[in-house]
């Protein structure tokens, strides 16, 4: 079992910056691939950043290049993802998730077992 607690969000004007926190629990973190996902309002969810128990990383290219990097830090229980030059078009609640042990990053919801409760992130433009 692992439980995820997500923080970090705020209000920021566009252009700026956040770092988002995912603290888990359990002694097995380091094993399981983590994913970022977020949802806006009428939108369904969607792939944000993914990184494997190796450091793998994978990006929904599209919404987040260059923009966003996701990292972990096993020796905290943390995976972050750092958000720069964010947008108007960036607002939603972000939701982290652990998904396969020993698995590679994915950008589908499917392949996570665990989520967050998620934290909402507001840009003004």
């Known amino acids: 079992q692992v439980q995820l607690v997500e923080s970090g969000g705020g209000l920021v004007q566009a252009g700026g910056s956040l770092r988002l926190s995912c603290a888990a629990s359990?002694?097995?973190?380091?094993?399981?691939?983590m994913g970022w996902f977020r949802q806006a309002p009428g939108k369904e969810r969607e792939f944000v950043a993914a990184?494997?128990?190796?450091?793998?990383?994978?990006y929904n290219v599209d919404s987040v290049k260059d923009r966003f990097t996701i990292s972990r830090d096993n020796a905290k229980n943390t995976a972050y993802l750092q958000m720069n030059s964010l947008k108007s078009e960036d607002t939603a609640v972000y939701y982290c998730?652990?998904?396969?042990?020993?698995?590679?990053?994915?950008?589908?919801?499917?392949?996570?077992?665990?989520w967050g409760q998620g934290t909402q992130v507001t840009v003004s433009s």
């Open positions: 359990g002694r097995t973190f380091s094993s399981y691939a």
């Open positions: 998730a652990a998904g396969s042990q020993w698995g590679a990053p994915s950008r589908y919801p499917t392949n996570y077992a665990y």
């Open positions: 990184i494997s128990w190796t450091h793998g990383t994978l």
